[in-house]
């Protein structure tokens, strides 16, 4: 290569790799939907996207206030656990035992054999454990300080 070539920039074929710290929403939108269609061109269409997948259970007091909940999705033989919550004045009473168990008999009946959710050493990983869901991962100072867990379960 001269010293012309190189001074001219990159060839039309060539990629420049960049960071782009505040990328912008077209750019984005490109990324999602160019893996979601090789994804999709793989496997067929993403079942998290398909309500029916979709899982929410919520703990409602008696005048109907949401106390608590889960979420999460089941695909294929897994149900993925996204989030359990239980406020504050409610824990220690049974609601989050309810909650997961309500998630686990529905992932059953859906077909699922595994359960998989993360947790982090200032949630619950004692709750899980002690409800049959054994570590597989840990991630060190993720965040910086703090331990993330990867728990799953065998359901059926």
């Known amino acids: 290569m001269t010293l012309a070539e190189a001074l001219?920039?990159?060839e039309r074929d060539e990629l420049v790799v960049t960071l782009e710290s505040h990328p912008d929403e077209t750019t984005q939108i490109?990324?999602?939907?160019?893996l979601a269609a090789y994804n999709e061109?793989?496997?067929g269409p993403d079942p998290v996207r398909q309500p029916q997948n979709h899982l929410c259970i919520a703990a409602r007091d008696g005048d109907g206030r949401v106390r608590g909940g889960l979420q999460g999705v089941t695909i294929g033989a897994w149900l993925a656990i996204d989030l359990v919550w239980v406020e504050e004045?409610?824990?220690g009473q049974g609601a989050g035992s309810r909650l997961?168990?309500?998630a686990e008999a529905v992932a059953v009946e859906r077909g699922?054999?595994?359960s998989i959710l993360a947790t982090f050493?200032?949630?619950a990983p004692e709750f899980y454990l002690a409800r049959d869901y054994v570590e597989y991962a840990r991630m060190e100072d993720?965040?910086?300080g703090h331990t993330r867990f990867q728990l799953r379960k065998a359901l059926a």
Do not use: D, I, T, Y
């Open 89 to 91: 004045a409610f824990r």
């Open 142 to 144: 993720f965040p910086a």
């Open 41 to 43: 061109s793989r496997v």
């Open 8 to 10: 001219a920039g990159p």
């Open 112 to 114: 699922c054999k595994w």
């Open 30 to 34: 490109v990324l999602l939907s160019g």
């Open 121 to 123: 050493e200032f949630q």
């Open 100 to 102: 997961l168990a309500k």
